[in-house]
């Protein structure tokens, strides 16, 4: 069973909205802290959000008003809502456990792709 399953990413223009969902086996999911990631061609994965069990959440500046971490405890998933995309955000996007260290072996990711 693939531990952590990401979708909903695609092309859309600047200022569009997404919705990126995370499905990942309880084991995983169950009182962990979860986050999303992103990795740009050329640069490195970083952090974009975070949320942990009991769902208080936290923002990388970048995306600050723009975008909302959520997660469904009984469906084991974490979501991104992006609005108001821009061409920056362009990149894969990864869910993991959050903290310092995410634990689990990266999946594929899902693309986004902002056309300005």
């Known amino acids: 069973q693939v531990p952590l399953v990401e979708s909903g990413g695609g092309l859309v223009q600047a200022g569009g909205s997404l919705r990126l969902s995370c499905a990942a086996i309880?084991?995983?999911?169950?009182?962990?802290?979860m986050a999303w990631y992103r990795q740009a061609p050329g640069k490195e994965r970083e952090m974009v959000a975070d949320?942990?069990?009991?769902?208080?959440?936290r923002y990388a500046e970048f995306v600050k008003g723009r975008f909302t971490i959520s997660r469904d405890n009984a469906k084991n998933t974490v979501d991104l809502q992006m609005n108001d995309l821009q061409f920056e955000d362009t990149a894969v996007y990864y869910c993991?456990?959050?903290?310092?260290?995410?634990?689990?072996?990266w999946g594929q990711g899902t693309q986004v792709t902002v056309s300005s």
């Open positions: 993991n456990t959050g903290g310092p260290v995410p634990r689990i072996s």
């Open positions: 309880r084991t995983i999911f169950r009182n962990n802290q």
């Open positions: 949320i942990t069990g009991n769902g208080i959440s």
